[in-house]
């Protein structure tokens, strides 16, 4: 059974920074695309971060752009998203989600909620102003 565990989530201030991670178990996503996606309440989930298989190429929403890094280990079959410079718009519950197919990529695609097939259950992110 695969499972995508987030963690790292919490209660911040304006302006500090925060790691969320995201452990895969069940099947290796080494060969997958992985991504970062956000809800915040009363609004759809959007976009966040999303990294190719090999974490060669990244992509980012342009809100986030400049301020957060996604990056994979691929050993660990974890992905991470360091967040900086966070404000109380960057509040929401984190998802870390994975594409099944291989060696897939393009900010096109990745950005897409509907292109990957497996998803955590989300850690919240609450930064204060």
């Known amino acids: 059974q695969v499972q995508l565990v987030e963690s790292g989530g919490g209660l911040v201030q304006a302006g500090d920074s925060l790691r969320l991670s995201c452990a895969a178990s069940g099947r290796t996503f080494s060969r997958s695309a992985m991504g970062w996606f956000r809800q915040a309440p009363g609004k759809e989930r959007e976009f966040v971060a999303a990294i190719n298989w090999s974490g060669l190429n990244t992509y980012y929403a342009d809100s986030v752009k400049g301020r957060f890094t996604i990056s994979r280990d691929n050993a660990k079959n974890t992905v991470d998203l360091q967040m900086g410079s966070l404000k109380p718009e960057d509040t929401a519950a984190y998802y870390c989600?994975?594409?099944?197919?291989?060696?897939?990529?393009?900010?096109?695609?990745?950005?897409?909620?509907?292109?990957?097939?497996?998803w955590g259950q989300g850690t919240q992110v609450t930064v204060s102003s």
């Open positions: 989600a994975a594409d099944s197919a291989q060696f897939r990529g393009g900010s096109s695609y990745l950005s897409r909620e509907s292109e990957y097939d497996f």
